[in-house]
């Protein structure tokens, strides 16, 4: 198309050139000025009508996640540590020196098994003197009722006979219960988790004596929740436990929820009941999260592609290449991850990545 009208222009040129006349000349060279031009102003129109001269379309990378339907909890986390639940420190009875000390730490003990001997002499003397005593009781009660049965003798020398004998032994009966308390003896069966006592200490009732036994069979983690959970977390709740110095995660149910807030801390003791493993010890840090809301066919998106304008909740979704605002309303947050109630439904391709600098019907590139 070109090459016709510059063959036309450069015969023209010709045509010019083969006069002598300046003023022809200069007239010729404007003609074929103007003609370009008006050339070049087809050129250009003809081009813009087969779109060469179209500006690219600016695409914005995002990526997306596609909405189904999925198993969401809301949890109530909170901090909490392991303990036993025969956990006991040693105590006597009855004040005493030390004499012997049967166990040793580390060693399995079972529940009445003796650990620790009181000096108890002066006790044993005792019941040695009263039962000399009962003795002489018993002989002369049992010749008083051999008379009495014969009609010999009256009934006050028989009963004076028979209190005397059953005094004696109700005296030897409370001796002998005193002296077994000189036997310290283990109230759970267990291990021996602590030992510091030593021969020659004295002891008193009711202050620990350095003896600990811990049943590590029977477990359990405790754990104080806010009163602003309280209508939330109940006994039979299912709770998710971590023990990061194991680590360990496993699911169980809360075994005890306490019913009354203490005024102090202002919270309720939950315990959860663990199963027996040697790798579980007291006091061990965990981790519980307690279910309190649960919803098996929700839609849920990151939290973090949820914008907020003074008014609304919104997002962006991908539609046929171009990125459409949509108001939500949200509810619960957990795990990074929060529940849509309205706005968005299943299929639905939300922008999760690249969505900051969005505006509505931006051109996208997934």
Same mark, same amino acid.
């Given at each position: 198309?070109k090459?016709?009208l510059y ?5 023209l040129l010709?045509?010019?050139c083969s006069?002598?006349?300046?003023k022809?000349k200069?007239a010729?060279?404007?003609?074929? &000025? ?7 102003g087809k050129i250009?129109?003809l081009e ?8 690219? $379309?600016?695409?914005?990378d995002v990526?997306v ?5 999925t198993?969401?909890r809301?949890?109530?986390? $909170?901090?909490g ?6 956990? /006991? ?5 009855v004040? *005493?020196?030390v004499?012997a ?7 399995? $003990?079972?529940k009445g098994?003796v650990?620790?001997?009181? #000096?108890?002499k ?17 002989t002369v ?5 051999n008379?009495w049965?014969q009609?010999?003798g009256?009934e006050?020398?028989?009963l004076?006979?028979k209190?005397q004998?059953?005094?004696l ?6 001796l002998?219960?005193?002296?077994s308390?000189?036997? /310290? ?31 590590? !069979? ?7 929740v806010?009163?602003n ?5 109940n006994q *039979?709740?299912e709770?998710t436990?971590s ?6 995660n496993?699911n169980a ?6 019913k009354m807030? #203490?005024? /102090?801390?202002r *919270?309720f003791?939950?315990?959860v ?5 040697k790798?579980?010890?007291?006091n061990? $840090? ?10 098996d066919k ?9 914008? &907020?304008?003074?008014s609304?909740e ?5 539609? #046929?290449?171009?990125a459409? &605002?949509?108001?939500?309303?949200s509810?619960k947050?957990?795990? *990074?991850?929060?529940?849509v ?7 639905d &391709?939300?922008?999760?990545?690249g969505?900051q !600098?969005?505006?509505?019907?931006d051109?996208?590139k997934?």
């Open positions: 198309m090459r016709p063959t036309i222009a450069l015969a010709l045509a010019s006069s002598d006349n300046p022809d200069k010729t060279l404007e003609k074929l &000025k103007k003609e370009r031009t008006a050339l070049n250009e129109k813009s009508e087969l779109g060469q001269n179209k500006k690219k $379309v600016d695409f914005k990526a996640t596609e909405l189904a339907e198993h969401f809301n949890y109530v986390e $909170v901090q540590r392991v303990d036993a639940e025969e956990n /006991v420190d040693i105590m006597p009875e004040p *005493g020196t004499t000390i049967y166990v040793k730490a580390g060693q399995h $003990v079972n098994q650990l620790v001997q009181l #000096d108890d002066v006790l044993k003397q005792n019941v040695a003197q009263l039962q000399t005593q009962l003795d002489l009781a018993r009660f049992d010749r008083q009722k008379l049965d009609k010999i009256t006050v020398q028989y004076t006979a209190s004998k059953e005094g032994e109700r005296q030897l009966a409370g002998k219960s005193q002296a308390m000189s036997k /310290v003896k283990s109230p759970v069966s267990g291990t021996v988790d602590a030992m510091e006592l030593k021969l020659g200490q004295s002891v008193a009732p009711g202050s620990p004596m350095g003896i600990r036994v811990v049943n590590a !069979d029977r477990l359990k983690v405790k754990a104080l806010s009163e959970y309280g209508g939330k977390v *039979g709740d709770v436990i023990l990061p110095d194991v680590p360990e496993l149910k809360v075994s005890f929820a306490a807030i #203490d005024p /102090v801390s *919270g003791n939950v315990e009941k663990l199963p027996s493993n790798k579980y010890r007291p061990m $840090v965990a981790i519980l999260k307690i279910i309190d809301y649960s919803n929700a839609l849920v998106v990151p939290v973090n592609a949820i914008q &907020k304008s003074e609304s919104y997002v962006f979704i991908a539609v #046929d290449g171009k459409k &605002k949509v108001n939500i309303k509810g947050v957990s795990d *990074g991850k929060a529940e109630l309205s706005g968005l439904k299943v299929g &391709k939300v922008i999760i990545t969505f !600098d969005l505006n509505d019907g051109s996208v997934l």
